[in-house]
C-alpha cells in the first residue's frame, strides 16, 4: 500500500491515465521513493516562494501552517513537516486527497495567481503525511493525564472524528456512537475509494481506538439508545450527524426500479470494497455494470457516482444538470476528471419524468437555457419549450443533494434549536446548542459541506467544552 500511495504521489501533480498507468508499470518502491518521490515533494515544496502573505494559509478552514511544512520538506525533513501539518489537523493525509484544494489553500497561493501554476499544496501534505505512517511517526494518542470527565459523540463522521482527537489527547474519556457498522461517516461510506482509499480512514480510526477512544457502532440514537440516556451519562454532548435526507425528483414514473439514491448507490460499492456481502450489489439493483447510466445533478456527489458507474463498468454514464457547467456546484476539476474517464455531461438538461414498465426505461428531459441572474448571482434556468426529448437509461442515479433529518422530533428533544433549514442553531465560535452542555458540528450544523469545515469545527466544539468542563476535577496520571 506504501509503494501504491507513494506512486500516486509521483503522478499526482495533474493526474492523467497515462500518468497513472506509468506509476503502474514502475518496479521498485525504494528507487521510486528515493529518485522521485523524495525529489518530487522537496521539488514541489521548494517552489513555494514564502511569499510573507499566505493567503493558502487564509483560505484553509484549518489555518494549516502550510508555508512552515513546506519550507521543511524543501529541506528534506519531513518529520518535523508532519509535525506541523497535524497540529492543526487530525486527517492530514485525507485533507490531501480530497480537499477541493483549488477552492481553497492552492486556489489561493500566489504563485497560481501570478500564472505559474501552485505549488500542489494537498498532494505534499498527503506524501508527508502518509510517509510518517509508513515511518512509524504517527503515534497513539497518550494524554499526559487521565481525566475523569466524558464526553458523548453522536456521528462518527470527521466532525465527531476531530471532536474526539482534540479531546481525548487532553486525557478526556470520549465515547462515539455510530449507527453504521464502521467508524467514518462520509468518508467511509459515502466518498468512493479511489478518491480516498479505505484503509487510509480506518488506519485513522484504530489510531483513536488505540488512544482510548470508545466506539459504540450499529447504535442509532433515538432508536436503539434516547438521546437523554446519552446526555445523561456524560458530562457534555457533541452532535455530529451529518445530513442524510435525499432531496427528491417528483412527476411520472418517479417510483420506477432501477431509479435510486445517489447515498445508497455509493454506499453499496463502497461497502463491495471492503468485502461486505452486499446483496443489492450482486443483485445488480445498485451496480451500474452493462447498464446505461444516467445521473442527475451537478455537484461533487453527483461526479463522485458517474466516476464510480464507470469503474462499475457502465455501457455509457451520463449527467445531467439543469444549469451550465459555468454554473454548476461542482468542482471543474472533478468534472474535467470525469470526462476524461469518458462521462458525458448534458447540460442545461432537467428532468420532468421518468419513462418505465415496471424498470425505468429513460428520463423524460426538458431543455433549459440561462436566465437573468437571481439574488445570488447565479443565473436561474428557464424553460425551453417544445424541445423536450428522452434520455435512455437503465439505472438512473438521483444526486441533488441533501438536507437535515428532524432531529428534535426523531430524538424527542423540541428544545434543541434549528434553523429554518432544520439545520441544528449551534454558535458559530463555540459551537454551543440551545441545550446547556450540548454542542454541535459539521454538516448538521452547515448543510452538506466538507471535510475539512467538519474538522475545524470538531477542534473547536473540543476547545469550547475544555472551557465548559473547566479545569480537571481528579486527575490522575495516564500509564
Ligand atoms: C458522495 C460524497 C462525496 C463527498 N466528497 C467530498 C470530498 O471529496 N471532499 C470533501 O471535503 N467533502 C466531501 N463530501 C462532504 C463530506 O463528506 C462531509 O461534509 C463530511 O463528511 C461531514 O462530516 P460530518 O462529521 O458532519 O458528518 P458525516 O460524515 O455525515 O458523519 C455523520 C455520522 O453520523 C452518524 N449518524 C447519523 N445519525 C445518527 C444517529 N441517529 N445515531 C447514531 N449515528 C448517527 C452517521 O452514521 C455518520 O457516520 C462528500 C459528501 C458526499 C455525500
Ligand atoms: S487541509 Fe485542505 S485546504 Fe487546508 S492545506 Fe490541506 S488540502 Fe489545503
Given at each position: 500500500m506504501a509503494k501504491q500511495r507513494m506512486l500516486q504521489f509521483v503522478t499526482v501533480g495533474r493526474e492523467t491515465p497515462e500518468k497513472r498507468d506509468a506509476s503502474v508499470r514502475a518496479q521498485d518502491f525504494n528507487e521510486i521513493y528515493r529518485e522521485f518521490a523524495i525529489p518530487k515533494a522537496e521539488e514541489q515544496a521548494g517552489r513555494?516562494?514564502?511569499?510573507?502573505?499566505p493567503y493558502c494559509q487564509s483560505h484553509c478552514p484549518l489555518h494549516n501552517n502550510i508555508p512552515d511544512w513546506l519550507r521543511l520538506t524543501a529541506e528534506g525533513r519531513l518529520q518535523e513537516a508532519y509535525e506541523i501539518a497535524q497540529s492543526t489537523n487530525t486527517f492530514p493525509e485525507i485533507c490531501g486527497r480530497i480537499c477541493p484544494q483549488d477552492r481553497l489553500c492552492e486556489g489561493n497561493c500566489v504563485i497560481e495567481q501570478s500564472g505559474?501554476?501552485?505549488?500542489?499544496i494537498g498532494s505534499v501534505e498527503k506524501f508527508v503525511t502518509d510517509t510518517a505512517w509508513d515511518m512509524g511517526w504517527v503515534k497513539p494518542i497518550r494524554p499526559h493525564s487521565e481525566r475523569t470527565e466524558s464526553v458523548g459523540i453522536i456521528g462518527a463522521g470527521p466532525g465527531g472524528l476531530a471532536a474526539a482527537d482534540f479531546l481525548r489527547r487532553k486525557g478526556v474519556q470520549v465515547t462515539i456512537y455510530d449507527?453504521?457498522?464502521?467508524?467514518?461517516?462520509l468518508m467511509t461510506y459515502g466518498i468512493p475509494g479511489f478518491k480516498l482509499e479505505k484503509d487510509v480512514v480506518m488506519n485513522r480510526i484504530k489510531q483513536l481506538e488505540d488512544g482510548g477512544v470508545q466506539f459504540v457502532l450499529n447504535c442509532t440514537v433515538g432508536?436503539?439508545?434516547?438521546f437523554d440516556a446519552i446526555r445523561g451519562k456524560h458530562d457534555a454532548v457533541v452532535i455530529a450527524?451529518?445530513?442524510?435526507k435525499t432531496r427528491d425528483l417528483m412527476g411520472p414514473?418517479?417510483?420506477?426500479?432501477?431509479?435510486?439514491?445517489a447515498i445508497d448507490y455509493l454506499t453499496v460499492s463502497n461497502r463491495k470494497s471492503f468485502g461486505d456481502e452486499v446483496p443489492e450489489y450482486d443483485s445488480g439493483e445498485l451496480n451500474a455494470e452493462g447498464k446505461r447510466v444516467v445521473v442527475i445533478g451537478g455537484g461533487d456527489t453527483a461526479m463522485d457516482c458517474v466516476r464510480t458507474a464507470i469503474r462499475q463498468g457502465a455501457v455509457s454514464v451520463k449527467c445531467l444538470y439543469r444549469r451550465d457547467r459555468a454554473n454548476m456546484p461542482g468542482s471543474q476539476r472533478e468534472v474535467a476528471n470525469a470526462e476524461e474517464e469518458g462521462v458525458e455531461f448534458v447540460w442545461l438538461a432537467a428532468p420532468k419524468g421518468f419513462t418505465a414498465s415496471g424498470a425505468v426505461e429513460g428520463v423524460m428531459v426538458q431543455r433549459m437555457r440561462l436566465g437573468a441572474p437571481d439574488a445570488t448571482g447565479r443565473q436561474s434556468p428557464e424553460l425551453i419549450e417544445g424541445a423536450d426529448y428522452v434520455e435512455e437509461a437503465d439505472l438512473v442515479i438521483k444526486a441533488l443533494g441533501f438536507e437535515p433529518e428532524d432531529i428534535p422530533g426523531l430524538w424527542n428533544v423540541p428544545e434543541l434549536e434549528v434553523t429554518r433549514w432544520g439545520t441544528i442553531k449551534a454558535?458559530?465560535?463555540?459551537?454551543?446548542?440551545?441545550?446547556?452542555g450540548v454542542y454541535a458540528v459539521g454538516d448538521i450544523v452547515r448543510?452538506?459541506?466538507?471535510v475539512v469545515w467538519a474538522i475545524r469545527d470538531g477542534r473547536e466544539a473540543a476547545e469550547a467544552i475544555l472551557t465548559y468542563l473547566g479545569q480537571p476535577v481528579a486527575a490522575v496520571a495516564a500509564e
Open positions: 513555494c516562494s514564502q511569499c510573507g502573505v505559474h501554476g501552485t505549488v500542489t449507527r453504521y457498522d464502521r467508524a467514518g461517516g432508536e436503539d439508545l434516547s450527524t451529518g445530513v442524510y414514473g418517479s417510483g420506477a426500479e432501477g431509479i435510486v439514491r454558535d458559530f465560535r463555540t459551537h454551543a446548542t440551545s441545550l446547556p448543510g452538506a459541506s466538507l
